[in-house]
Every structure is written in structure tokens, then in C-alpha cells.
């Protein structure tokens, strides 16, 4: 398994920006699907973006497409998620995970972070 930390959440007013990381530890990152997912209060867990081992594919939820992008740097084992035209809706806890098939099934995902709260001011 790889362990994760998230950082990066924070508040923002509506239409603003942040950016999330996801630090990686363990020899093994590049073998890994790696994704973002998102839970707000009294909501279950949703996935919002994935990412090929390589990096060059990705997947989006269809709330976030062409608003936020998710990448990768697999020589600093790191994961972004970029977050532009921040919506009241988008606020929530992000959680990083990694998983060994390309998926966005949580329960696929094995290793998870603790969360980084994101909140969206309107």
C-alpha cells in the first residue's frame, strides 16, 4: 500500500481558485491509480477526477469537468488537484486515494488519506 497527505484546502470565495496536493510515500506510486474523491456533510463519498499511472489520461465526475484538473509528477510523488470557478457546491472534505486498476469505485481505491476540507464562500 502507499500512504497519502493531502494539503492545500481552505476558504474561498465563489469563482476562486485553490490547489490541492497529495504527497505520496512508498517506492511503488507510479503502479498506482491515483484520484480524488470528495464527501460534503450528510453526503455519501463521490468520486470527482482520476488519473492514469502515466498521467496521460484522465477521468472527470461530470460537476467538475473543465473546471477542476486533476495531474501527477510521479519522480516527486505527488498528486494535484487544480480547482478553478469554485462553486458553494464544490465545498466539502477532498480525500486522495490510490488504487492498482484504473476505476472510480471508491471501494476499489485501498489506500486513502486523512482529508483536507475545502469550503466555497457564496
Known amino acids: 500500500q502507499v500512504q497519502l497527505v493531502e494539503s492545500g484546502g481552505g476558504l474561498v470565495q465563489t469563482g476562486g481558485s485553490l490547489r490541492l496536493s497529495c504527497a505520496a510515500s512508498?517506492?511503488?506510486?507510479?503502479?498506482?491509480?491515483m484520484a480524488w474523491f470528495r464527501q460534503a456533510p450528510g453526503k455519501e463519498r463521490e468520486f470527482v477526477a482520476a488519473?492514469?499511472?502515466?498521467?496521460?489520461?484522465?477521468v472527470y465526475a461530470d460537476s467538475v469537468k473543465g473546471r477542476l484538473t486533476i495531474s501527477r509528477d510521479n519522480a516527486k510523488k505527488m498528486v494535484y488537484l487544480q480547482m478553478n470557478s469554485l462553486k458553494p457546491e464544490d465545498t466539502a472534505v477532498y480525500y486522495c486515494?490510490?488504487?492498482?486498476?484504473?476505476?472510480?469505485?471508491?471501494?476499489?481505491?485501498?489506500?486513502w488519506g486523512q482529508g483536507t476540507q475545502v469550503t466555497v464562500s457564496s
Open positions: 486515494a490510490a488504487s492498482e486498476i484504473f476505476t472510480r469505485v471508491a471501494s476499489d481505491f485501498g489506500s
Open positions: 512508498g517506492r511503488t506510486f507510479s503502479s498506482y491509480t
Open positions: 488519473v492514469t499511472r502515466s498521467g496521460t489520461s484522465t
